[in-house]
């Protein structure tokens, strides 16, 4: 189970530099917590007026970093920790 503390050192060791500010790599984000929790950050992402992923080019075509912010990581880390209560037979409402 995830904790507010351990997201934010996992985000503060894999933070970079892009544009203007510190983002975690969504490659990373996916070794970390898993390829479905981080297609559920983009799923809420969608229609909201704040960012939790998004992309980055530097004028190639052929690349652009795909990236989570800081709530994006917190969103994962809670996707992750409620499959975990569910899947141990938690009752949850």
Known sequence: MYRKEDVRKI????????GNRDVFPKYRA??????????FVSQVNVGTKRE????????????????LTSIG?????????ICTLREGGVKYE
């Not at 985000?11 to 892009?18: A, M, P, S, T, V």
């Not at 996916?30 to 297609?39: C, L, N």
């Not at 992923?53 to 990236?67: K, V």
């Not at 990581?73 to 920790?81: F, G, K, L, S």
């Open 11 to 18: 985000f503060e060791q894999e933070k970079i530099l892009i």
């Open 52 to 67: 939790y992923c998004s992309q980055y080019g530097i004028g190639d075509s052929n690349f652009s970093l795909e990236y």
């Open 73 to 81: 990581i917190e969103i994962a880390a809670t996707y992750v920790n």
């Open 30 to 39: 996916i070794e970390i917590f898993g390829e479905e929790a981080i297609s």
